[in-house]
């Protein structure tokens, strides 16, 4: 695009839409989260990894993986604690932005899912923008999920390129 404006009432938002965490609609793998090429990921009540490592509970988080240079992958779902039925968060998803403006008032999210009781929060996603001029007021965040009674997610991958950015505070700029 030529100029991409986001204003201060919207984001671009794929919170939890990466790899499923434990007992997750979809997820073959159980209790277990899901992980980068759809592979068994953090079990127990482990965080999903991806920029960071998942925190440990109960079980071992699945490894850390991709290229801080390029995210190109969504982020891992936590996974459950085995004497429980409850849910753990998913991955955050994957946002990819080319433009030569973008004027950012908004937000740009790939955070992980949070997590219910006794699992591990998903890991944050992968976030990759490419643009001229970079200004706004607005956040770019890709943190991972809260774990209840279990691991945090890791955080997810953020890469920004710009020729111009001194419109924008890259404070606002997270991945925990």
Do not use: C, W
């Amino acid at each position: 695009a030529d100029t991409l404006t986001i204003d201060a009432t919207s984001r671009i938002d794929v919170m939890g839409r990466g790899f499923l965490g434990g007992f997750q609609s979809g997820n073959p793998f159980g209790r277990d989260g899901m992980t980068v090429a759809f592979e068994r990921g953090s079990t127990g009540r482990s965080g999903g990894s991806y920029g960071g490592l998942g925190g440990a509970s109960d079980g071992t988080p699945s490894p850390v993986y991709g290229d801080f240079l390029d995210p190109n992958e969504p982020g891992s779902g936590g996974g459950v604690h085995p004497n429980v039925g409850s849910h753990a968060g998913n991955g955050g998803g994957l946002i990819r932005i080319v433009a030569q403006t973008m004027q950012l008032d908004g937000s740009i999210v790939a955070n992980g899912g949070d997590a219910e009781l006794d699992t591990g929060g998903g890991s944050g996603g992968g976030i990759r923008v490419d643009v001229g001029t970079l200004r706004g007021t607005g956040q770019i965040t890709a943190n991972g999920g809260v774990g209840q009674r279990g691991g945090g997610g890791g955080g997810g991958r953020v890469a920004t390129y710009y020729q111009d950015a001194t419109g924008f505070n890259l404070t606002k700029v997270t991945a925990f």
